[in-house]
């Protein structure tokens, strides 16, 4: 059963441009925890910045992507339940800072490798390829950021 099916294993249906809207909201609590943390100071305040500017980018992407294809995904819907593990681990972000730069790091590389799940879930479940492409593209890019921020994170750490 894929994570976040609920006991019965029936999968709710959803409308495609809510799941993109429930992922944009993801990002954004991201994104206010991230810049909150970089209110803080401190040596790790450039990094939550940082990262609090890429949630920020993915959330406008994603706002684009309703946008643009409001009219056609307007319709389409796909069987699919929210990763209750996501909705944990983004209430731990806003309740539990870190403490520094590595666990801040690692926070945001954990959260970045459950959006990449959540994201490539919903593409496995998507009722049309052009719906399909629209998920794995976001999850491409997921991955390609958190790729870029593992390796300067690596070379930081040095």
Known sequence: MPAGTPAGGI???TQVTDL???TAGYHGRARRAFARWGR???ASAHLAQFLAGEEEDM????RALDEA???TLGEAW???EPDEALDVELA???TEPPTGFESIGSRALDLDERLCGYLGRAAAMAPTPGVREIFEGLERRERDHRK???GFLSETLM
């Open 11 to 13: 999968l709710a249906f």
């Open 20 to 22: 993109l809207q429930r």
């Open 40 to 42: 803080r100071g401190g």
């Open 59 to 62: 959330m406008r992407e994603l």
């Open 69 to 71: 294809h409001r009219l």
């Open 78 to 80: 796909l069987q699919f």
């Open 92 to 94: 731990a972000l806003e």
């Open 148 to 150: 870029r921020l593992a």
